[in-house]
């Protein structure tokens, strides 16, 4: 069982940075890889940016590359979300994940979620 806990989300204006955290306090920490998802109102869950277990394997959804950096710190047993330019549609519900490899995360372990709103 793997306990993940997000925080960090907030209201931001557009144009503006977050930096929502989520730890993961336990021995296995560093063999998991991680992620980050987000849910908007009426819409699915959608993939954001993952990081493999030891940091070389890093991938991003289209729409955020180049705004957005993932990255851990295993020592912390702590996974960042760097979020600069936000826009409007960003907004959502962000949540953290983990399991064993990149490709299968969403059948993993998910956390509660943090809020993310950029207003206009």
């Known amino acids: 069982q793997v306990q993940l806990l997000e925080f960090g989300g907030g209201l931001v204006q557009a144009g503006g940075s977050l930096r929502p955290s989520c730890a993961a306090p336990?021995?296995?920490?560093?063999?998991?890889?991680l992620g980050w998802f987000r849910q908007a109102p009426g819409k699915d869950r959608e993939f954001v940016a993952a990081?493999?277990?030891?940091?070389?394997?890093?991938n991003y959804a289209d729409s955020v590359e180049g705004r957005f950096t993932i990255s851990r710190d295993n020592a912390k047993k702590t996974v960042y979300l760097q979020m600069n330019s936000l826009k409007p549609e960003d907004t959502a519900v962000y949540y953290c994940?983990?399991?064993?490899?990149?490709?299968?995360?969403?059948?993993?372990?998910w956390g509660q979620g943090t809020q993310v709103t950029v207003s206009s």
């Open positions: 990081i493999s277990w030891g940091g070389a394997g890093i």
């Open positions: 336990g021995r296995t920490f560093s063999q998991y890889a």
């Open positions: 994940a983990a399991n064993a490899m990149l490709a299968t995360l969403r059948h993993g372990y």
